[in-house]
């Protein structure tokens, strides 16, 4: 009896431990985000690590309020969601980030919706300076304002529209993702 009553009062206790950030890549990726005061608290779907030519580059980390195992679950969820990329690599021009965008946009849309996005995805990229080992950047969606973008905790701006937040995320989660392997770590797998 005592025993079953320390085994039952173990895994209560063990309830009420606080959640702490997981390791990834060496970068501490908390388990929550806050994309805005009055929202709700989102849950990290997943993290990886995007590599180059055998280089690490960044840490994604995927926040949305629900888990997600597919591509198209993550779409179909309403609310806000967050992708949020730490930077691990020395050094990375605007133009080469730039560079990065627009061929993830393009692998992942079709030539009539990138027609559609042309002028936001100019407006996003205008966004970007030389990111550096440390830095942080929050692709934040607020339904009904469009997709925040923050440098190191610095609003830049905001980009309109659902339809480019989805296409902004099927970079990483679209049919040509810019690794398979992150891919499926945003996906928590």
Known sequence: MKTRLL?????????SLPTHAVDVGGVPIAPT????????A???????????????VYVGALYLPAKAVTP???FAQP????MLLH?????????KLVDAWNEGFAANTSDAELAALRTRIGQFNALFVTTRKGDVIALDYLPG?????????QAKGTIPGEDFNKALLKIWLGDKPVTEELKKALLGG
């Not at 930077?87 to 133009?95: G, H, K, M, N, R």
């Not at 304002?145 to 905790?153: A, I, L, M, Y």
């Open 87 to 95: 930077f691990v690599y020395d050094e990375l021009s605007a133009q």
């Open 33 to 40: 985000a806050e994309v805005s005061a009055n929202g709700p």
């Open 72 to 74: 198209q679950e993550v």
């Open 42 to 56: 989102l849950t990290l779907n997943g993290s990886g690590v995007r590599k180059k030519f055998f280089m690490s």
């Open 79 to 82: 609310g806000p969601k967050r």
């Open 7 to 15: 085994i039952i009062l173990l895994a209560l206790s063990t309830l």
């Open 145 to 153: 304002e469009g997709t925040r973008v923050s440098h190191n905790g």
